[in-house]
C-alpha cells in the first residue's frame, strides 16, 4: 500500500495542472457516409483566375488548391509521418492526443516518439522519448476514438517546437487530417519513428491523427481555445512563421511578466460554419464543439470566431436554398454555443465578422446580413467580452473591405500583417482571471 502511495506521488499526472498547450481541429476531409453534407459548386466564369490566391470558404471558390508542398496523404502505407508543433506554455511533463473521429477502420500505431524540433525532418539528437499508451509502446486507435499517451517527464519550455513521430504499419490507412497545417510535415518509408534525420521523406502541410499536446504546467496556468474558421486557422499566413492569429496571440501572452501562463490552441477550420457540416470542411461548430473545446484540459475561455461562411455559402451559384442562413439563424448557434460555454463554466468571448467585398459572392443582402450580426454581437451583452475584428482590418474608406496592407491577394483572407492586427485587438486582461 505504501509502495502505491508513493507511486501515485512521483507520477507525473500527479503533481501539477494538466493544459492543452497546443492542438488542431480533426476535420472530416470526407464523408463517413454518403449526404454528410452539401458538394459546393466552383466559382462561376468570371471568377478570379485558378493561379490567383483563393479563399476557401469564406467566399471564393472553396474547392481545394494545389499548394506546394502538397496537402495531406490520402492514404498511409507502412510509413512514419512526422509532424511539427509549437508548444504555447511551457511544462515539466507532457501527453499526446491522437485522434481517428470521423469513423474511418482502427489505425494500428506500432511506434510514436516526442522530441525537440532541430531543422528540416530532423529532431534535436538526443531529445527523443517513446510514448507509451498503457504501458506498450503499440496501440490501435479505435474507429471514432481519441487517445492519449501515458504521460512522461519531459521539459517543455514554452513557443518550443515539438515533434511528434508515428509509424503506420499496415497498408492504405485513411488518416483523420487537419488539411491546413501551416507547418511542413513529413512522410518516410518504414519506421523511422527514432530516426534522428528521416531518410527518403516526402514533405506536406497538414496534420494526421495528431489533435493534441498538453503539458503539467504550474496551477495557475490555463488555456484559451481559438474556435473559428479559416481566418483563425491561419489561411493565407505564411507556412512555416507561426503567424495565424491565434499564435500571435500566445506570444503576447507569453511576454507578459504579470499574467499567469495562458496557452492558445487553434481550433480553426477553413471552411467551417456555426450551423452547418460542408463535406471537405469538417463538422459545423455545433457539432464539434464538445471534442475541440469542451474536452480540451484546463480551458477557461473560448474566443469564438465564426458566422462569415454561413453567410457567404448562402449567395455561392448553385448552392440549394436549403444552406441559406439568416442573421438570425446564425445569432440562434452563437446564443447555443454560449450557453454550452456557460453550461461549463467558461467564458466566451465572441468576434465580429471581417470583411468580403471584392470577393465574387458578395452582395447587398450579405453585407447587410455582416452588419446584423455584427450589430448584436457588439450590442447584446451575451457574450462575456467582445474583440471588434472588423474595426481592426476594415479599410476606413471602403469599410465592406479588408485594409489593403492587410489583404492576402483574396479579399477575404488577412495575410501576416492583418493577423498581427487581429491579435493585437485583444485586450490581454481579458485572459488575467
Not at 62 to 70: K, L, R, S
Not at 135 to 144: E, I, M, N, Q, Y
Not at 265 to 294: C, H, K, P, Q
Not at 383 to 394: K, P, Q, W
Request: glycine share 10%; with cysteine; aromatic share 6%.
Amino acid at each position: 500500500m505504501e509502495e502505491l502511495r508513493e507511486n501515485s506521488r512521483t507520477s507525473p499526472a500527479s503533481q501539477g495542472n494538466w493544459i492543452a498547450t497546443w492542438g488542431t481541429a480533426q476535420q472530416l476531409a470526407q464523408p463517413a457516409e454518403p449526404g454528410g453534407g452539401p458538394q459546393l459548386p466552383g466559382p462561376p466564369d468570371d471568377a478570379p483566375p485558378a493561379g490567383a490566391p483563393a479563399a476557401d470558404a469564406s467566399a471564393q471558390d472553396p474547392t481545394p488548391q494545389p499548394a506546394e508542398p502538397p496537402g495531406a496523404p490520402t492514404k498511409v502505407s507502412a510509413q512514419t509521418v512526422r509532424m511539427v508543433a509549437r508548444a504555447t506554455v511551457g511544462g515539466t511533463a507532457v501527453r499526446v492526443a491522437l485522434s481517428n473521429s470521423f469513423g474511418y477502420p482502427p489505425v494500428r500505431i506500432d511506434a510514436a516518439q516526442i522530441a525537440r524540433h532541430d531543422s528540416g525532418a530532423a529532431i534535436r539528437a538526443g531529445s527523443a522519448r517513446e510514448l507509451t499508451f498503457g504501458g506498450r509502446g503499440a496501440v490501435v486507435l479505435p474507429t471514432g476514438a481519441q487517445i492519449y499517451s501515458d504521460p512522461i517527464e519531459y521539459d517543455v519550455p514554452a513557443q518550443t517546437d515539438l515533434v511528434v513521430s508515428l509509424y503506420i504499419p499496415d497498408e492504405n490507412v485513411t488518416p483523420t487530417t487537419h488539411e491546413v497545417g501551416l507547418r511542413t510535415a513529413w512522410l518516410a518509408p518504414g519506421n523511422q519513428a527514432a530516426t534522428q534525420n528521416l531518410q527518403n521523406a516526402t514533405r506536406f502541410q497538414s496534420y494526421l491523427w495528431l489533435a493534441g499536446i498538453d503539458v503539467l504546467a504550474q496551477p495557475t496556468a490555463a488555456t484559451i481555445v481559438a474556435f473559428g474558421d479559416s481566418i483563425t486557422d491561419g489561411a493565407a499566413t505564411t507556412p512555416d512563421a507561426d503567424t495565424p492569429w491565434p499564435s500571435l496571440l500566445a506570444r503576447r501572452l507569453a511576454a507578459q511578466q504579470d499574467l499567469p501562463p495562458r496557452a492558445v490552441i487553434n481550433m480553426g477550420i477553413a471552411g467551417n460554419r456555426v450551423l452547418r457540416e460542408t463535406d471537405g470542411f469538417g463538422a459545423s461548430a455545433l457539432a464539434r464543439f464538445d471534442r475541440d473545446v469542451l474536452a480540451r484540459p484546463s480551458v477557461r475561455w473560448v474566443v469564438l470566431s465564426e458566422g462569415g461562411n454561413d453567410i457567404c455559402f448562402g449567395f455561392m451559384p448553385g448552392m440549394p436554398q436549403s444552406e441559406r442562413a439568416t442573421a438570425e439563424d446564425i445569432i440562434a448557434g452563437y446564443r447555443m454555443l454560449i450557453g454550452r460555454a456557460h453550461l461549463h463554466g467558461l467564458r466566451i468571448i465572441g468576434c465580429t465578422l471581417t470583411q468580403f467585398g471584392g470577393t465574387f459572392v458578395f452582395t447587398a443582402e450579405g453585407e447587410r446580413m455582416r452588419q446584423d450580426v455584427n450589430r448584436w454581437i457588439r450590442s447584446s451583452g451575451e457574450f462575456d467580452a467582445v474583440v471588434d475584428l472588423d474595426a481592426a482590418t476594415r479599410d476606413p474608406a471602403a469599410p465592406t473591405k479588408l485594409r489593403t496592407e492587410f489583404d492576402s491577394g483574396d479579399n477575404i483572407h488577412p495575410n501576416d500583417a492583418g493577423n498581427k492586427a487581429i491579435a493585437e485587438a485583444f485586450d490581454l486582461e481579458l485572459f488575467r482571471g
